[in-house]
């Protein structure tokens, strides 16, 4: 029985030699959705230049995405007010958030396996990420998803890359590292 184990990839990531799969893409804050924002987009690299944090840098095909290894979003709205064909599109409304994203603690974060650790929970400003210490010295890392805003701050400082980010549609799985239990009491 044969079966077919190959990764959907698309036309461009075949003549381009990314054989992968489908690969996710960080766009910019306010981005519109991927198939309007490649259109609107004019690979002029103003949003860019204008980011204060240097997170956003040329990605595939010259289109902006964001680079969280190089720190986390201020959300200052710099980008989005720099991109003059619509690309980006930011709202006055301090509701309105700027992108979607959903955040996986994995399983080779250093505090799982008995190593002191909190980088992420000392360079989460939302205070997303706490740590619960649990029998036998573990300290736990707890997500609240509900508070956590997508800015990647935790990801540059995680020193062992177990932090990952990516849109809340087809975000990472949750691991057991995620569970979100009474962070009141922490």
Same mark, same amino acid.
């Given at each position: 029985?044969y079966?077919?184990?190959?990764?959907e #990839? =698309?036309?461009?990531?075949?003549?381009?030699?990314?054989?992968?799969g489908?690969?996710? !893409?960080l766009? %910019? @804050?306010?981005?519109?959705?991927?198939?309007?924002?490649? $259109?609107?987009? +004019?690979?002029?690299?103003?949003? #860019?230049?204008?980011? @204060? +944090?240097? #997170?956003?840098?040329?990605? /595939?095909?010259?289109?902006?995405?964001?680079d969280?290894?190089?720190?986390?979003? !201020?959300?200052c709205?710099?980008?989005?007010?720099?991109?003059?064909?619509?690309?980006?599109?930011?709202?006055?409304d301090p509701?309105?958030? %700027?992108?979607?994203?959903?955040?996986a603690?994995? $399983? /080779?974060?250093? =505090?799982?396996?008995?190593?002191?650790?909190?980088?992420?929970?000392?360079?989460? *400003? +939302?205070?997303?990420?706490?740590?619960?210490?649990?029998?036998?010295?573990?300290?736990?890392p707890?997500?609240? !998803?509900?508070?956590?805003?997508?800015?990647?701050?935790?990801v /540059?400082?995680? @020193?062992?890359?177990? #932090?990952v980010i990516? %849109?809340?549609?087809? *975000?990472? $799985?949750?691991? @057991?590292?995620? !569970?979100? *239990?009474?962070? /009141?009491?922490?």
């Amino acid at each position: 029985m044969y079966t077919d184990i190959r990764p959907e #990839i =698309s036309r461009r990531q075949f003549l381009h030699g990314e054989l992968r799969g489908k690969a996710v !893409t960080l766009r %910019p @804050p306010w981005a519109l959705s991927e198939g309007r924002f490649i $259109e609107a987009c +004019e690979r002029c690299d103003d949003c #860019i230049s204008a980011c @204060p +944090e240097k #997170i956003l840098r040329r990605g /595939s095909g010259g289109y902006p995405q964001v680079d969280f290894s190089a720190g986390g979003c !201020t959300f200052c709205g710099d980008c989005a007010k720099a991109c003059e064909y619509g690309a980006l599109r930011f709202a006055d409304d301090p509701e309105q958030l %700027p992108w979607r994203l959903a955040v996986a603690i994995g $399983e /080779s974060c250093l =505090s799982l396996h008995g190593t002191v650790c909190r980088s992420c929970g000392e360079a989460c *400003g +939302e205070r997303a990420i706490r740590f619960r210490l649990e029998v036998g010295g573990i300290a736990r890392p707890l997500l609240d !998803t509900e508070e956590c805003n997508g800015c990647g701050a935790c990801v /540059s400082v995680c @020193p062992v890359g177990s #932090i990952v980010i990516g %849109p809340a549609e087809t *975000g990472p $799985e949750p691991k @057991p590292a995620q !569970t979100v *239990g009474d962070l /009141s009491a922490i």
